[in-house]
């Protein structure tokens, strides 16, 4: 039914997305994407995966240019959801370090957290099939806490003219994404952005 991809930039992380992911009752195929071959780390994950798939891809675009690339290679094609997950940190110590673990150790927790938690977004997809994404609440973008201005940081004009690219108005444009890139998404939802052609 789907495919976790996951991308642990850092690697160390990778006992905490196991363990999770070690929980889900529902079977599911494993794709770890790297930015440098490690032989140990490959055997750590298919140790408890034997059949994941371990990809290594420069390093662009932090978690998303190795997503892409799953996707152009047709790598995602075989599954109708898929959830993408990574090892975020921000920083090294300090308010800034603390948020990165805070935000990493929720969205596991809303995205996969339990084999019911993943069972309850499923059904939502398979009962809602105009739902593209699902991601978690907390960081749903913008809301009452980060309002338009600051959500679109400096991306407003090229997010506009990829939207346009796939054939929407920039005035029907409807400005909601999860903060982190840390979701579910359906097979439908990645056909337009495939289209694009991005490298």
Known sequence: RFAVVLHPYYRDLWPEFEFQLRGLDQPFHLIVTTTQADAPFEARVRSAFPGAEIHVFENRGRDVGPFFQLLH????????FICKLHGKRSGAEGPRALLGEIWRRANIADLIGSSAQVEKILRRFETCPHIGMIGSPRFRLPNEHIQHQSAW???????????????????????DFFAGTMFWISQ???APLRKLGLT
Do not use: K, Q, V
């Open 73 to 80: 290679d047709g790598r995602l094609d075989a599954y109708p």
């Open 153 to 175: 940081g400096e991306n407003r004009d090229a997010t506009l003219e990829l939207a346009e690219r796939m054939g929407m108005r920039r005035e029907d444009f409807r400005f």
């Open 188 to 190: 439908e939802a990645l």
